[in-house]
Nanobody, 124 residues
Framework: QVQLVESGGGLVQAGGSLRLSCAAS????????MGWFRQAPGKERELVVG????????YLADSVKGRFTISRDNAKNTVYLQMSSLKPEDTAVYYC?????????????????WGQGTQVTVSS
């Protein structure tokens, strides 16, 4: 069992930066593939970034390439989402997700554990 707690969301102006953190409790965090999803009102939840269990592989959605990065610190049981050059269309609730296994998972149904979400609002 893994519990995930996100932090770091907030209100930022366009062009600004935020760093989201996802702290995991439970055992064997390093054996979990991690992802950050976002969901805007009226839209489906989408994978923004993903990272394999040892951090050797990452995935970034086309909409965030060059602006967002994902990293993990397995010693701290934490995964990070660094967001820069934020745009109003990045506004959404951001969710951290975990799934046991090595490779990156791409669909929401592939993840077993979810955080409660953190709101990111980018003003124009």
């Amino acid at each position: 069992q893994v519990q995930l707690v996100e932090s770091g969301g907030g209100l930022v102006q366009a062009g600004g930066s935020l760093r989201l953190s996802c702290a995991a409790s439970g055992r064997s965090f390093s054996r979990y593939s991690m992802g950050w999803f976002r969901q805007a009102p009226g839209k489906e939840r989408e994978l923004v970034v993903g990272i394999s269990w040892l951090g050797g592989r990452t995935y970034l959605a086309d909409s965030v390439k060059g602006r967002f990065t994902i990293s993990r610190d397995n010693a701290k049981n934490t995964v990070y989402l660094q967001m820069s050059s934020l745009k109003p269309e990045d506004t959404a609730v951001y969710y951290c997700a975990a799934d046991p296994g090595a490779g990156i998972r791409f669909g929401p149904s592939e993840y077993d554990y979810w955080g409660q979400g953190t709101q990111v609002t980018v003003s124009s």
